[in-house]
């Protein structure tokens, strides 16, 4: 009987290639000395890849077939965040510190647009993007240890959320 390793206890995730993907990279152009992937977010209907130049690539995993790239001006995307209960929404942190939640609209047969755009961390590297496991919010960390919320689709209710919660951790 062969012998199977076992995953070590302290790792969370196991990347496993079943298929070649290897016509997903080539359509993608991600081999080239310009462009990096830098970041990446899975959910049951997409893979989306984040740029050094600013692009969010979105990948129908039904299929591999590229539905869309959505860019930034505002620098390279260093996070992405699919939302887990509603797969219209997808959050994406930039290298400027600029936070950003695109509804996709792509059920409605709509222009991606982003909803929600936060400058709370600007000049910080963003270190954590998460979603509320309920709601349309997203929780934000950077490096220098400021939290804020970033609702989708009302960016004055985000503001005023991060005042909240920003309190609440200072309690602590």
């Known amino acids: 009987m062969p012998l199977i390793q076992v995953v070590p206890e302290n790792y969370s995730h196991v990347l496993a290639e079943f298929d070649c993907l290897d016509p997903l990279l080539s359509a993608l152009r991600l081999d080239s000395s310009r462009l990096k992937c830098t970041c990446l977010a899975v959910s049951r209907k997409w893979l989306a890849l984040g740029t050094s130049a600013g692009g969010l690539h979105l990948i129908q995993r039904e299929g591999w077939k590229q539905k869309l790239i959505l860019t930034h001006k505002e620098g390279s995307i260093t996070q992405v965040v699919c939302c887990p209960h509603d797969e219209d929404f997808i959050a994406v942190a930039t290298s400027q510190g600029l936070v950003a939640v695109w509804e996709l609209q792509l059920e409605r047969r709509g222009r991606p647009e982003r909803v929600s755009v936060s400058w709370e961390h600007r000049g910080r590297i963003i ?46």
Request: with cysteine.
């Open 127 to 172: 270190t954590a993007l998460c979603w509320d496991t309920s709601t349309l919010r997203v929780f934000v960390g950077d490096s220098g240890g400021k939290v804020s919320l970033l609702r989708a689709g009302s960016s004055k209710l985000g503001k005023v959320l991060t005042a909240e919660v920003n309190a609440a951790f200072e309690m602590f």
